[in-house]
């Protein structure tokens, strides 16, 4: 296991992070995500940690909450010190049907961090996270209560989720201009059939050093392989979450397939190897319902894809360039490849 520092602060978090919005009852939105007892999660978790993870991310409305109960009570079920580990959750989404039970407002982040405490079982969460962003409140309101909590010792970093990139480098500079604390990392959707957001965020998480911490790295389930070319039953009729393009899919399962072989190992591997490969990311957050899947997720930690590898996912799962995509590939050529490579490009 690896460990990279979050963002710009000084703290380690492992490669792999441990997912929990399967932990506990779902419903909702988020129902048929996941059922996981308590016995099956005190057996995930110390599997986890024994594989050297040391990063749990969690949020307020999973499972209504108790997915932080079941993840408060197996740490304390299986003695793992509260300094072992760094416990992130989220705030935003709604909690319930009046007009403040969500959102971005002092008012709600206050309430909900005191909840997380208590179902956490911790006085402090290592990593605070806007689950989305809320157009009602000013970012200036939200940055200020975040920044609070940081001083009064309840929350250590802070970060979103869900955002998009201009959205992020506002908040950005509204914390610099009030001298708050700024946000750590960004929180997103990444795989081999989902890349968009190397168009804006990528670029912009580069520029600002801030960490990124990937979910559904496996498209739902898709990467595995197993709904390919299901008519029924298949990941549609389940939950479409997140939506992938399955006529572009499929050439990127198939090189997929190759390149498996090549190491003997699954196509699981193979996805989760390649995120964990690009510079950007800082952590992979799995999503297991079985101590089995987790295993087959280690697995991608023994995968080192070569240059070809990489070469033939890349062609394979390329975005198409959009404006101003195109324009700036064309018009900074010849900057780039001075950056790059030191040497003036031939202007022949």
């Known amino acids: 296991m690896r460990y990279n520092v979050l963002g710009n602060s000084g703290l380690f978090v492992s490669e792999l992070c441990l997912g929990t919005m399967v932990f506990g009852p779902s419903s909702g939105r988020y129902a048929g995500a996941g059922d996981v007892g308590q016995d099956d999660v005190d057996r995930i978790v110390r599997r986890a940690f024994d594989a050297g993870i040391n990063f749990v991310d969690t949020a307020n409305v999973y499972a209504g909450g108790q997915s932080e109960e079941i993840i408060g009570r197996s740490l304390k079920n299986l003695g793992i010190a509260r300094h072992e580990v760094v416990i992130a959750t989220k705030v935003e989404h709604a909690t319930g049907s009046g007009p403040n039970d969500g959102g971005a407002s002092r008012y709600h982040i206050v309430d909900q961090l005191k909840k997380s405490l208590r179902r956490l079982g911790t006085d402090h969460i290592d990593l605070y996270q806007l689950h989305g962003w809320d157009p009602a409140t000013p970012v200036e309101e939200t940055v200020r209560a975040l920044d609070d909590l940081v001083r009064q010792g309840h929350v250590r970093y802070v970060g979103v989720s869900n955002w998009a990139a201009w959205q ?111 510079r950007v990311v800082t952590s992979v957050i799995l999503g297991v319902k079985r101590l089995d899947q987790l295993e087959e997720h280690l697995k991608a930690l023994e995968v080192r894809l070569s240059e070809d590898d990489l070469g033939t996912l890349d062609a394979a799962s390329a975005l198409s360039l959009e404006y101003p995509a195109w324009m700036v590939q064309t018009a900074d050529a010849a900057r780039t490849t001075l950056l790059k490579t030191g040497e003036l490009p031939d202007p022949r």
């Open 168 to 278: 992020v480098t506002k908040a950005l500079g509204v914390a610099a201009r009030l001298n708050a604390v700024p946000f750590q990392s960004v929180q997103a959707y990444y795989s081999l059939v989902g890349r968009e957001l190397e168009r804006e965020l990528v670029p912009m998480l580069q520029t600002e050093r801030l960490g990124l911490l990937v979910y559904s790295p496996l498209a739902g389930g898709y990467l595995s392989g197993k709904y390919r070319g299901a008519t029924k039953g298949g990941r549609r009729s389940i939950i479409a979450f997140p939506p992938v393009d399955e006529v572009k899919g499929a050439p990127v399962l198939e090189a997929m397939d190759g390149i498996a072989a090549r190491h003997g190992t699954s196509l699981v591997a193979v996805a989760l190897a390649w995120l964990l490969q690009q």
